[in-house]
């Protein structure tokens, strides 16, 4: 006897644009992966959204972004969310899986600016916006004669806030900009190895229940196996620096013919200080684990808080 396949599935979602877009993307994916599947979409707000007046780590960290999903997903009235992968915890709540990570678009951190081309083109003293502790501390190691300042909300509002003249230039996830047919407001892209995105940026999976039985089954039609291991390998990387997203960790793990190249910095937010690895494997989470290692080594235990400075 065969269980009837389900024809309704649910997606929660959070109510930005980029968030709606995201969910819109994999919903559109899944019809044509499952012809007949009805796919809804359930938004909803959540305390990250609506908490814009403190830091993300004063309020509870990233988290935040999926709890309510989470809850929607455990009552019974969504089944499955879709999130940003840099902004899922490095450890899933007990419960859930991630039974598909999609093709990942671009990677790369923007900057954008009204006046200037590049972060090298920023005259001493120029304002730079973001909160992410990660942009903070690279700008800091590249540009240590550059004023940071604060900028929090969704991509229209940090751009408007950079319209409004705050700003010299803002930086932000060229994924999220060109997803939002805002990639005319990239001036130019930050690089390796001088610049590391957020550990799987650019990446969206999809959050079920762990006893999603079939649903997670369809789902998994949208996994992209490339990108999950480029993804793991910079996860299990930030996993082993106990990297939460409120310290400053970047890596990016690409395709090397059958192995995985990945880079790693852990820098701070405050003095520019910065160390950096790399290394080559076949195996996502030992390499990882394994540039980390190189990367503690290097120094990265002060920086990160979890080692007093020698
Ligand atoms: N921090 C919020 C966030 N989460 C995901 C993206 C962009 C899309 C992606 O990285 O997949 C953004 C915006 C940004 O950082 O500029």
Redesign the pocket.
Known sequence: MTTPRPHLLRIATRKSP?ALWQSEHVADALRAAHPGLEVTLVPMSTRGDEVLDRSLSAIGGKGLFLKELEVAMLRGEADCAVH????VPMELEPGFMLPAILPR?EHADGFVSNRFETLDALPAGAVVGTS?LRRQAQVRALRPDLVLRDLRGN?NTRLAKLDAGEYDAII??C???E?LGLEARIRSRLTAPQWLP?PA????AIECRDDAGDMAALLAALDHAPTRRCVEAERAMNRALHGSCHVPVAALASERGDALFLQGMVGSASDGRAVRAEGEGADPESLGRRVAEQLLEQGAGPLLGIEPPA
């Open positions: 980029l940003s992968l840099k902004d678009a992410s991509v932000l996830a994924a999220g900009l997803r957020a940026q650019g990446a969206i």
